[in-house]
């Protein structure tokens, strides 16, 4: 049953409030009213208001509003009161089914690599080899430990097949007509948007708006868009505004600004506190030794020293990720997401529920190229906590839902059957023709959409998708991205006659 409108929003409003509660915005709002209770211009008898006229004009009403709009954007609506917990997470038990048989598996590479190698899943490091990580932090680079007996713990493809046998139970023995004649490799039946809700959602891409990356090219006099949109963007920023920023990138953002109207919008700071919490993963990773460090380590070699754009960032990916897999904060995002964060027990202690700890700390295993949803970034923050904390707010509002198995319009199982719906409807002779000779158009583009086609567009396109996807809070964009991609070269795709080809 759907909440009444009213009954809805004061569950929102309670649970903002609550969360907001034991955020550093809440300290410093009180700590700002109190210093202002010595300025002349608060009386006594009007307090309430003064203080929050006050709080208007020094800007911190402004900051209040930026963090209830983020925490609006991140968290979904509250289900109704009479659901259970689960349903926040996942409304459909065979989802959840799925994504948990689909989690021990992962547990198990990782456990099976551990007694192969007898390598321990945690151990303190010794004091010296503290030292020589301390002295060496900003230059792990050059670091080559062997690595050849460390194997990723999954690949994209792994995680297809899997999505590709997905079912729904209740599917199985009625013939549903409608989707029955949906040929591609997915086959769960989910709501997806066709063209025209597609056309009403992304209304600012329409041909008839300016784009940044298109209409500030050399035929267009750049004057008439380019300048006009950067102005525009310089006030959207003196206005400090995350809903006006927001907005204002769906058109795309100029070089100059992105770092700002990205931190703006995802609403990071990075205040003193930050910069401390940041410091205190530093020395956990460097009292602590991981397993899943020798896989971070293998990922960055086997995919950034080999990139021409990301090589360069080799130091800051290591930092950013090797912090990111020690911070429990991440772990908030669980009761959103579909996933639940593996558990491993202390030694000797197995099953016992007191001495079980999350496994890594932030409850998340990479899979290989893990580290392309950071390279990027690296091109617009150069200070490792902002950074980190740009990475990680990404991560809890958009990466995750690539990894993870769940009926989510942006999870990556939509993502995948509004590419195949798309291209179905639209190129259906394209798409017979693939699906013949083997080249179903998914197992091309699966992996440009896991990634969020990060290595595999040069950066400067890159983040003026990545744009999109913070302009409209929501990865469908990547799957509209993947069709056109195969729209754009259907005419040669028609000639090919294998999957290699294809490619």
């Given at each position: 049953?759907?909440?009444?409108?009213?009954?809805?929003?004061?569950?929102?409003?309670?649970?903002?409030?609550?969360?907001?509660?034991?955020?550093?915005?809440?300290?410093?709002?009180?700590?700002?009213?109190?210093?202002?209770?010595?300025?002349?211009?608060?009386?006594?008898?009007?307090?309430?208001?003064?203080?929050?006229?006050?709080?208007?004009?020094?800007?911190?009403?402004?900051?209040?509003?930026?963090?209830?709009?983020?925490?609006?954007?991140?968290?979904?609506?509250?289900?109704?009161?009479?659901?259970?917990?689960?349903?926040?997470?996942?409304?459909?038990?065979?989802?959840?089914?799925?994504?948990?048989?689909?989690?021990?598996?992962?547990?198990?590479?990782?456990?099976?690599?551990?007694?192969?190698?007898?390598?321990?899943l945690a151990q303190k490091r010794p004091a010296s080899e503290q030292k020589e990580l301390l002295n060496k932090w900003n230059e792990m680079g050059t670091d080559e430990p062997d690595?050849?007996?460390?194997?990723?713990?999954?690949?994209?493809?792994?995680?297809?097949?899997?999505?590709?046998?997905?079912?729904?139970?209740?599917?199985?023995?009625?013939?549903?007509?409608?989707?029955?004649?949906?040929?591609?490799?997915?086959?769960?039946?989910?709501?997806?948007?066709?063209?025209?809700?597609?056309?009403?959602?992304?209304?600012?891409?329409?041909?008839?708006?300016?784009?940044?990356?298109?209409?500030?090219?050399?035929?267009?006099?750049?004057?008439?868009?380019?300048?006009?949109?950067?102005?525009?963007?310089?006030?959207?920023?003196?206005?400090?505004?995350?809903?006006?920023?927001?907005?204002?990138?769906?058109?795309?953002?100029?070089?100059?600004?992105?770092?700002?109207?990205?931190?703006?919008?995802?609403?990071?700071?990075?205040?003193?506190?930050?910069?401390?919490?940041?410091?205190?993963?530093?020395?956990?990773?460097?009292?602590?030794?991981?397993?899943?460090?020798?896989?971070?380590?293998?990922?960055?070699?086997?995919?950034?020293?080999?990139?021409?754009?990301?090589?360069?960032?080799?130091?800051?990916?290591?930092?950013?990720?090797?912090?990111?897999?020690?911070?429990?904060?991440?772990?908030?995002?669980?009761?959103?997401?579909?996933?639940?964060?593996?558990?491993?027990?202390?030694?000797?202690?197995?099953?016992?529920?007191?001495?079980?700890?999350?496994?890594?700390?932030?409850?998340?295993?990479?899979?290989?190229?893990?580290?392309?949803?950071?390279?990027?970034?690296?091109?617009?923050?150069?200070?490792?906590?902002?950074?980190?904390?740009?990475?990680?707010?990404?991560?809890?509002?958009?990466?995750?839902?690539?990894?993870?198995?769940?009926?989510?319009?942006?999870?990556?199982?939509?993502?995948?059957?509004?590419?195949?719906?798309?291209?179905?409807?639209?190129?259906?002779?394209?798409?017979?023709?693939?699906?013949?000779?083997?080249?179903?158009?998914?197992?091309?583009?699966?992996?440009?959409?896991?990634?969020?086609?990060?290595?595999?567009?040069?950066?400067?396109?890159?983040?003026?998708?990545?744009?999109?996807?913070l302009g409209y809070n929501s990865l469908e964009i990547l799957a509209v991205l993947a069709a056109a991609v195969f729209a754009f070269r259907a005419v040669n795709l028609m000639e090919?006659?294998?999957?290699?080809?294809?490619?």
């Open positions: 049953a759907m909440l009444d409108p009213d009954s809805g929003l004061s569950l929102t409003i309670a649970r903002i409030v609550q969360r907001l509660q034991g955020s550093s915005l809440h300290s410093q709002l009180e700590r700002q009213a109190r210093v202002s209770l010595h300025k002349p211009e608060i009386k006594l008898e009007s307090l309430k208001e003064d203080i929050k006229d006050f709080l208007k004009t020094s800007g911190w009403e402004k900051k209040l509003q930026n963090a209830v709009y983020s925490e609006l954007n991140v968290f979904p609506s509250p289900c109704h009161p009479a659901a259970p917990p689960e349903h926040m997470k996942e409304p459909l038990a065979y989802m959840r089914k799925a994504q948990g048989s689909w989690e021990k598996r992962i547990l198990k590479s990782l456990n099976s690599m551990c007694t192969e190698l007898s390598i321990p690595l050849s007996l460390f194997r990723p713990v999954y690949a994209p493809k792994d995680f297809l097949e899997v999505l590709m046998n997905l079912r729904n139970p209740n599917y199985e023995n009625g013939e549903q007509p409608s989707f029955r004649n949906h040929l591609g490799l997915i086959q769960v039946p989910l709501k997806v948007k066709d063209i025209p809700e597609l056309k009403e959602d992304f209304s600012e891409l329409g041909l008839n708006t300016g784009q940044l990356g298109i209409d500030d090219s050399a035929q267009v006099p750049p004057e008439f868009f380019e300048n006009e949109h950067v102005r525009v963007g310089q006030k959207v920023l003196a206005e400090q505004d995350s809903a006006a920023a927001q907005q204002y990138v769906r058109q795309g953002c100029p070089t100059a600004l992105r770092a700002d109207l990205w931190a703006l919008i995802l609403n990071i700071s990075n205040q003193p506190e930050d910069i401390l919490y940041y410091e205190q993963l530093k020395s956990n990773v460097i009292q602590y030794d991981l397993l899943v460090d020798s896989l971070i380590y293998k990922d960055v070699k086997l995919t950034a020293s080999n990139d021409d754009y990301y090589f360069v960032f080799e130091d800051y990916l290591y930092q950013v990720l090797l912090c990111f897999s020690r911070d429990t904060s991440v772990l908030d995002h669980f009761t959103y997401s579909s996933a639940t964060p593996p558990k491993s027990y202390i030694r000797g202690k197995l099953g016992i529920e007191e001495y079980a700890v999350f496994y890594p700390p932030n409850g998340k295993i990479n899979y290989n190229s893990f580290i392309l949803s950071v390279a990027p970034l690296c091109f617009l923050y150069h200070e490792p906590s902002k950074l980190y904390q740009i990475f990680r707010e990404m991560y809890v509002r958009f990466f995750f839902r690539l990894h993870s198995i769940s009926s989510h319009p942006s999870g990556i199982v939509s993502l995948c059957l509004l590419f195949e719906t798309l291209l179905q409807t639209h190129l259906p002779q394209l798409f017979y023709h693939l699906r013949e000779i083997g080249a179903q158009p998914l197992r091309i583009s699966f992996k440009w959409m896991v990634r969020a086609f990060s290595g595999y567009l040069a950066t400067d396109q890159l983040l003026l998708l990545w744009d999109r996807i090919v006659t294998s999957l290699a080809a294809a490619e």
